[in-house]
Protein backbone atom coordinates (compact mmCIF):
# COMPACT_ATOMS: atom_id res chain seq x y z
CA UNK A 1 0.00 0.00 0.00
CA UNK A 2 1.42 3.50 -1.16
CA UNK A 3 1.24 6.39 1.28
CA UNK A 4 2.71 9.63 1.15
CA UNK A 5 2.22 12.27 4.22
CA UNK A 6 3.30 15.86 3.94
CA UNK A 7 4.59 18.16 6.85
CA UNK A 8 5.86 21.39 7.62
CA UNK A 9 4.86 24.82 8.76
CA UNK A 10 1.48 25.66 8.28
CA UNK A 11 2.71 30.08 8.17
CA UNK A 12 5.75 31.28 6.83
CA UNK A 13 6.56 35.14 6.21
CA UNK A 14 7.34 36.65 3.25
CA UNK A 15 10.49 36.57 2.19
CA UNK A 16 11.17 33.22 4.23
CA UNK A 17 11.93 29.85 2.57
CA UNK A 18 9.80 27.25 2.89
CA UNK A 19 10.79 23.47 3.94
CA UNK A 20 8.21 20.86 3.35
CA UNK A 21 9.20 17.21 3.93
CA UNK A 22 6.96 14.19 2.40
CA UNK A 23 7.49 11.43 3.86
CA UNK A 24 6.53 7.99 1.87
CA UNK A 25 5.75 3.78 2.31
CA UNK A 26 5.13 1.40 0.39
CA UNK A 27 7.66 2.00 -2.80
CA UNK A 28 11.77 2.59 -3.06
CA UNK A 29 13.75 5.02 -4.29
CA UNK A 30 16.05 1.51 -5.45
CA UNK A 31 12.81 0.76 -7.82
CA UNK A 32 13.87 2.14 -11.81
CA UNK A 33 11.39 4.80 -12.85
CA UNK A 34 9.88 5.75 -9.57
CA UNK A 35 9.88 9.26 -8.80
CA UNK A 36 8.45 11.75 -6.16
CA UNK A 37 6.84 15.55 -7.24
CA UNK A 38 5.65 18.22 -5.81
CA UNK A 39 2.56 20.33 -6.63
CA UNK A 40 0.45 22.82 -5.13
CA UNK A 41 -3.22 24.08 -5.41
CA UNK A 42 -3.96 27.74 -4.39
CA UNK A 43 -7.04 28.44 -2.22
CA UNK A 44 -9.92 27.85 -5.30
CA UNK A 45 -7.34 27.84 -8.18
CA UNK A 46 -6.18 25.12 -10.71
CA UNK A 47 -3.04 22.67 -9.43
CA UNK A 48 0.09 23.73 -10.61
CA UNK A 49 3.56 20.97 -10.93
CA UNK A 50 6.57 22.70 -9.13
CA UNK A 51 9.06 19.65 -8.98
CA UNK A 52 10.52 16.09 -9.44
CA UNK A 53 13.10 13.65 -8.33
CA UNK A 54 13.65 10.66 -9.84
CA UNK A 55 15.31 7.42 -8.49
CA UNK A 56 18.30 8.07 -10.55
CA UNK A 57 18.57 11.75 -9.07
CA UNK A 58 17.05 13.07 -12.20
CA UNK A 59 15.48 16.21 -11.09
CA UNK A 60 13.05 18.56 -12.87
CA UNK A 61 11.60 21.82 -12.08
CA UNK A 62 9.15 23.89 -13.28
CA UNK A 63 10.33 26.30 -15.34
CA UNK A 64 8.57 29.29 -14.03
CA UNK A 65 9.64 28.83 -10.41
CA UNK A 66 13.10 26.88 -11.33
CA UNK A 67 15.18 29.66 -9.63
CA UNK A 68 13.11 29.23 -6.22
CA UNK A 69 13.14 25.46 -6.07
CA UNK A 70 15.34 22.98 -4.28
CA UNK A 71 14.17 19.34 -4.62
CA UNK A 72 16.08 16.83 -2.66
CA UNK A 73 15.51 13.02 -1.62
CA UNK A 74 16.81 11.02 1.54
CA UNK A 75 16.31 7.54 0.07
CA UNK A 76 17.18 5.80 3.87
CA UNK A 77 14.59 7.59 5.21
CA UNK A 78 11.79 7.94 2.27
CA UNK A 79 11.51 11.52 2.40
CA UNK A 80 11.69 13.98 -0.33
CA UNK A 81 12.33 17.85 0.76
CA UNK A 82 11.10 20.61 -1.03
CA UNK A 83 12.88 23.92 -0.88
CA UNK A 84 11.01 27.42 -1.93
CA UNK A 85 12.85 30.14 -1.35
CA UNK A 86 11.48 34.03 -1.34
CA UNK A 87 8.51 33.05 -0.03
CA UNK A 88 5.40 35.73 -0.84
CA UNK A 89 1.48 35.88 -0.15
CA UNK A 90 0.98 34.29 -3.56
CA UNK A 91 2.97 31.15 -2.30
CA UNK A 92 -0.37 30.63 0.29
CA UNK A 93 -1.64 27.39 -1.45
CA UNK A 94 -2.01 23.32 0.01
CA UNK A 95 1.33 21.58 -0.91
CA UNK A 96 0.79 18.17 -2.49
CA UNK A 97 3.66 15.65 -2.83
CA UNK A 98 2.51 12.35 -5.49
CA UNK A 99 4.14 9.07 -6.52
CA UNK A 100 5.29 8.57 -9.70
CA UNK A 101 6.09 5.18 -11.70
CA UNK A 102 7.00 5.05 -15.39
CA UNK A 103 4.14 6.87 -17.30
CA UNK A 104 2.14 7.20 -14.69
CA UNK A 105 3.03 10.47 -12.76
CA UNK A 106 0.98 11.59 -9.59
CA UNK A 107 -0.80 7.93 -8.95
CA UNK A 108 -0.92 8.12 -5.41
CA UNK A 109 -1.14 11.41 -3.61
CA UNK A 110 -0.36 12.94 0.03
CA UNK A 111 -3.88 14.70 1.69
CA UNK A 112 -1.93 17.49 0.99
CA UNK A 113 -0.92 20.56 3.39
CA UNK A 114 -1.73 24.32 3.64
CA UNK A 115 1.34 27.12 3.48
CA UNK A 116 0.13 30.55 4.59
CA UNK A 117 2.47 33.13 3.45
CA UNK A 118 1.44 35.92 5.84
CA UNK A 119 3.00 38.66 8.02
CA UNK B 1 5.09 29.40 -20.85
CA UNK B 2 3.11 26.59 -21.96
CA UNK B 3 -0.45 27.48 -21.19
CA UNK B 4 -2.59 24.11 -21.14
CA UNK B 5 -6.65 25.09 -20.98
CA UNK B 6 -10.01 23.24 -20.54
CA UNK B 7 -13.23 24.10 -20.05
CA UNK B 8 -14.22 26.11 -17.30
CA UNK B 9 -17.37 24.18 -16.81
CA UNK B 10 -19.51 22.02 -18.10
CA UNK B 11 -23.57 20.74 -16.84
CA UNK B 12 -24.46 17.04 -18.04
CA UNK B 13 -28.00 15.73 -16.66
CA UNK B 14 -27.49 11.76 -14.80
CA UNK B 15 -27.08 8.96 -17.28
CA UNK B 16 -25.67 11.32 -20.10
CA UNK B 17 -22.59 11.50 -21.86
CA UNK B 18 -19.94 14.38 -21.53
CA UNK B 19 -16.38 15.14 -22.81
CA UNK B 20 -14.13 17.55 -21.76
CA UNK B 21 -11.17 18.54 -23.64
CA UNK B 22 -7.37 19.77 -23.17
CA UNK B 23 -6.02 21.87 -25.25
CA UNK B 24 -1.99 23.30 -25.38
CA UNK B 25 -0.47 26.59 -26.54
CA UNK B 26 2.12 24.66 -28.40
CA UNK B 27 0.20 23.30 -30.61
CA UNK B 28 -2.02 19.63 -31.67
CA UNK B 29 -1.89 17.70 -28.11
CA UNK B 30 -0.56 13.97 -29.17
CA UNK B 31 0.17 10.74 -27.65
CA UNK B 32 3.85 12.15 -27.28
CA UNK B 33 2.85 14.49 -24.46
CA UNK B 34 1.27 11.52 -22.49
CA UNK B 35 -1.70 13.13 -21.40
CA UNK B 36 -3.26 12.79 -17.97
CA UNK B 37 -6.57 12.93 -16.27
CA UNK B 38 -7.16 13.50 -12.91
CA UNK B 39 -10.53 14.20 -10.62
CA UNK B 40 -10.84 16.21 -7.56
CA UNK B 41 -13.77 16.83 -5.20
CA UNK B 42 -13.99 19.64 -2.86
CA UNK B 43 -11.55 18.87 0.46
CA UNK B 44 -9.69 16.14 -1.44
CA UNK B 45 -6.56 15.22 -2.94
CA UNK B 46 -7.10 14.75 -6.60
CA UNK B 47 -7.10 11.01 -7.55
CA UNK B 48 -5.55 9.92 -11.06
CA UNK B 49 -7.82 8.85 -13.51
CA UNK B 50 -6.26 7.81 -17.25
CA UNK B 51 -2.68 7.94 -17.86
CA UNK B 52 -0.80 7.71 -21.35
CA UNK B 53 -3.98 9.23 -23.28
CA UNK B 54 -6.44 6.68 -22.83
CA UNK B 55 -4.52 3.65 -19.95
CA UNK B 56 -7.02 3.40 -16.61
CA UNK B 57 -5.77 3.39 -13.55
CA UNK B 58 -7.12 -0.20 -11.48
CA UNK B 59 -9.62 2.43 -9.93
CA UNK B 60 -10.90 4.27 -12.80
CA UNK B 61 -15.27 3.52 -13.65
CA UNK B 62 -15.10 1.66 -16.98
CA UNK B 63 -17.89 5.04 -17.75
CA UNK B 64 -14.62 7.01 -17.65
CA UNK B 65 -12.03 7.02 -21.25
CA UNK B 66 -9.48 9.20 -22.33
CA UNK B 67 -8.70 9.78 -26.08
CA UNK B 68 -7.54 12.13 -28.61
CA UNK B 69 -9.99 14.53 -30.46
CA UNK B 70 -9.17 17.13 -32.78
CA UNK B 71 -6.06 17.93 -31.76
CA UNK B 72 -7.05 17.70 -27.92
CA UNK B 73 -6.56 15.01 -25.16
CA UNK B 74 -10.00 14.43 -24.62
CA UNK B 75 -11.80 12.51 -21.32
CA UNK B 76 -15.80 11.17 -21.84
CA UNK B 77 -17.80 10.28 -19.09
CA UNK B 78 -20.53 7.83 -20.34
CA UNK B 79 -23.52 7.41 -18.00
CA UNK B 80 -22.84 10.19 -15.79
CA UNK B 81 -23.34 9.56 -12.01
CA UNK B 82 -24.44 12.01 -9.26
CA UNK B 83 -20.87 10.76 -8.01
CA UNK B 84 -18.91 12.04 -10.82
CA UNK B 85 -19.62 15.65 -10.33
CA UNK B 86 -16.01 17.20 -9.21
CA UNK B 87 -13.37 19.71 -10.90
CA UNK B 88 -10.84 17.48 -13.70
CA UNK B 89 -7.89 18.65 -14.85
CA UNK B 90 -5.91 17.45 -17.48
CA UNK B 91 -1.71 16.83 -17.07
CA UNK B 92 0.49 17.10 -20.08
CA UNK B 93 4.03 16.15 -20.45
CA UNK B 94 6.47 18.49 -22.17
CA UNK B 95 9.66 16.47 -22.00
CA UNK B 96 10.41 16.74 -18.72
CA UNK B 97 8.20 19.63 -17.43
CA UNK B 98 4.44 18.99 -16.12
CA UNK B 99 1.83 21.53 -17.13
CA UNK B 100 -1.52 21.25 -15.08
CA UNK B 101 -4.67 21.93 -17.30
CA UNK B 102 -6.75 25.21 -16.24
CA UNK B 103 -9.21 22.69 -14.84
CA UNK B 104 -13.38 22.18 -15.84
CA UNK B 105 -15.74 22.00 -13.36
CA UNK B 106 -18.55 19.01 -14.16
CA UNK B 107 -21.44 19.54 -12.52
CA UNK B 108 -24.08 17.07 -12.86
CA UNK B 109 -27.80 18.39 -12.81
Known amino acids: QITLKESGPTLVKPTQTLTLTCTFSGFSFSTSGVGVGWIRQPPGKALEWLALTYWDDDKRYSPSLKSRLTITKDTSKNQVVLKMTNMDPVDTATYYCAHVIGGRPFEYWGQGTLVTVSS | QTVVTQEPSLTVSPGGTVTLTCASS?????????PNWFQQKPGQAPRALIY???NKHSWTPARFSGSLLGGKAALTLSGVQPEDEAEYYC?????????FGTGTKVTVL
Open chain 2, 91 to 99: LIYYGGALV
Open chain 2, 52 to 54: STS
Open chain 2, 26 to 34: TGAVTAAYY
